[in-house]
């Protein structure tokens, strides 16, 4: 096993330890993210522990207020809508950024899952300079009123 292939596997572990060994992973190769799909039941509890994990979480309302260097760099799966979510951290020194894209399945019986390490990073100031756009565009839009 090569040291990058370790050093992944040591990220990812970083959330699917917390999240128990009943989710089942596997590579997929197209969004470069680690997988799992599950059943309705196991909602909840995920969530949970994603809420616990991550310092910030993005839905179809406020994804745009993400830092563009996020919203980059996820590309589609940063088009969000109903009930699908992101949840992300900064880099830390042991971990680079990280997403978790949060994907119901139509029918409603069904989640997908996926771990994505994330070559940008943000810290405090993206986070105020998208929460400042969105303010700026209010402004905008009352003072052409």
């Known amino acids: 096993m090569s040291d990058n292939k370790k050093q992944q596997d040591t990220i990812f ?3 699917t330890t917390p999240l128990g060994d ?5 590579w997929e190769d197209k ?10 039941e196991k909602k909840e509890r995920i969530l949970t522990v994603l809420h616990k994990l991550f310092s910030e979480e993005w839905h ?6 993400a830092p563009k260097a996020v919203r980059n760099e996820l590309g589609e799966l940063a088009s969000l809508s109903k009930e699908q979510l992101i949840f992300t951290k900064p880099a830390t020194e042991e971990t680079p950024a990280i997403a978790v894209i949060w ?3 139509g029918h409603g ?14 810290d405090d100031e993206d986070l105020k300079l ?6 700026t565009k209010i402004f905008q839009r009352i003072k052409s009123r």
Do not use: D, V
Request: net charge positive.
């Open 13 to 15: 572990s970083t959330i």
């Open 22 to 26: 009943e989710l089942t992973w596997r």
């Open 31 to 40: 969004q470069s993210a680690l997988l799992a799909e599950f059943s309705w």
């Open 60 to 65: 179809n309302k406020n994804i745009n207020k």
């Open 103 to 105: 994907w119901p399945w």
């Open 109 to 122: 019986a069904t989640y997908s899952m996926r771990i994505k390490i994330l070559h940008c990073n943000y």
């Open 130 to 135: 998208g929460q400042a756009s969105l303010i």
